[in-house]
């Protein structure tokens, strides 16, 4: 049971709040690079732990990420024109580079200095994986961006669906870490089938089992944790089992286990204690990973279709997610078409912020449980002058990864080989904490 106290410390972010001051340890998905491709083109909003901050691509190609509000009067430099090298606001003119540096001020006589007396507040950037990343946190504490397990190399295909849903990132993310849900859920989309391990098709997933009570078991580390969700298989039930494994890289991240094509990640970020930017992905050799747009109708996340321009979800709870009863009665599980979308309507009917202190957790909520003690402890010890979780020598150890697999009854999960799935070759860490392609 978690109190009501443990609820909020584990999902407030804003205003300065623990948990978010936790995240800012960490480099920080801001958006798409998608959403700001071209050079001089138009700056867009960002709502990241709070902070309302603006995005803009410069004349050459750089990538700006700083406080929405002028520093001058306050108006919001998303309507500012982005031209020449910078972005200048509308009411008087001023003008920042992607520093904050102030390049322009033409409402002040030249000769009064006050250009050089202001800095805008701006963050470091770096784009890597077909996103904008903002390092927030204090620029002394800066760590070398590391790429993330889900984007190890710049070789990887990376298809990224993003959608800003209008829920608390916990439960979001306890949803992505909840194995048991899929075989109820997703059954329509997650299908059963005699396969020898989990195998994407253009319409579906299949799974080597039938069972729908997985047993769960947990092994934490300095980076989060990982579990396997152990089901009978169809084939070779007597000594095998089907097991798969998902990690949790805090404080966002979550590593889902892959298919025979290509790996898959969600990442979670926080915009304030009520919307979450919440991005799947799917990533893995060019050959065989979906591209972007592919991936996009798949999870039936297309923009102008089931999103609009802001990503958006255009199915609600006022119009029942587009649930389809006839679909229901003729044999389809959820009558919501996009498994995402089958989540969707769980997280935001659970309300903006969910209640766990009602909650009646069994033995497949083992992992919804660890999350929960595990971040609630990493905040408390954070407070206290601790290293936020995942950092510096707690960081992801290279090995762990995903996975899938029949085993046999007498092998350790824990110990079985495992690598993501790269056609022809195996992913291995490199001597730079990366990951690098091995042929």
């Known amino acids: 049971m978690i109190t009501r106290e443990e609820n909020e410390l584990l999902c407030r972010v804003e205003n300065g709040a623990p948990m978010g001051r936790l995240m800012r340890q960490h480099w920080v998905p801001i958006c798409l690079s998608e959403e700001v491709a071209e050079p001089d083109g138009d700056p867009v ?24 509000a002028c520093p001058h009067r306050g108006p919001s430099l998303v309507y500012g024109r982005n031209e020449e090298g910078g972005l200048r606001c509308l009411y008087h003119g001023w003008k920042f ?8 001020m033409v409402s002040e006589p030249a000769s009064s200095g006050f250009m050089e007396k202001v800095k805008h507040k701006a963050y470091p950037v770096k784009e890597w994986a077909g996103m904008v990343w903002a390092w927030l946190g204090e620029k002394e504490a800066m760590p070398e961006f590391v790429p993330p397990r889900w984007a190890p190399t710049a070789e990887a295909r990376v298809s990224i669906a993003k959608v800003v ?43 080597p089992s039938t069972d729908k009570a997985p047993r769960l078991q947990v092994q934490r580390g300095g980076y989060g944790f990982r579990y396997a969700a152990i089901r009978r298989p169809i084939f070779n039930a007597q000594t095998h ?38 991005y799947f992905i799917a990533w893995g050799h060019p050959a065989q990973t979906p591209e972007t747009e592919t991936w996009r109708k798949f999870l039936r996340q297309t923009v102008g279709v089931d999103l609009d321009e802001r990503y958006r979800p255009l199915r609600n709870h006022e119009n029942r997610f587009w649930q389809n ?49 595990q971040m609630v402890e990493a905040v408390r010890q954070f407070e206290q002058g601790a290293p936020a979780i995942g950092t510096g020598e707690h960081a992801i ?21 495992a690598t993501y799935v790269w056609q022809g070759s195996e992913i291995q860490a490199g001597t730079d904490n990366n990951y690098a392609v091995k042929a």
């Open 165 to 207: 849903l209008p829920v608390n990132w916990a439960q979001v993310l306890e949803g992505a870490i909840d194995s048991a849900h899929s075989s109820s859920l997703h059954s329509s989309d997650m299908v059963p089938a005699r396969v020898q391990g989990a195998e994407a098709t253009s319409s579906n997933w299949l799974r």
């Open 241 to 278: 089992e089907y097991v798969r494994t998902t990690v949790f890289v805090a404080p966002w991240t979550v590593l889902i286990p892959p298919n025979n094509l290509y790996n898959v990640a969600n990442v979670n970020v926080p915009a304030d204690d009520t919307t979450t930017n919440f």
């Open 325 to 373: 009863r006839q679909a229901m009665k003729a044999g389809n599980f959820t009558g919501i078409s996009g498994f995402p979308n089958q989540d969707v309507a769980m997280w935001v009917t659970m309300g903006p912020i969910a209640d766990r202190t009602k909650d009646r957790l069994g033995a497949s909520d083992l992992a919804v449980v660890e999350f929960r003690k």
């Open 97 to 104: 580079d992607v520093h904050g540096n102030v390049t322009e």
């Open 397 to 417: 150890p290279a090995e762990v990864c995903a996975f899938q697999s029949v085993i046999p009854k007498t092998t350790d999960w824990r110990q079985h080989g």
């Open 45 to 68: 909003s960002a709502r990241i732990l709070g902070e309302n901050l603006v995005v803009f691509r410069d004349t050459d190609g750089n990538v700006g990420v700083m406080d929405e």
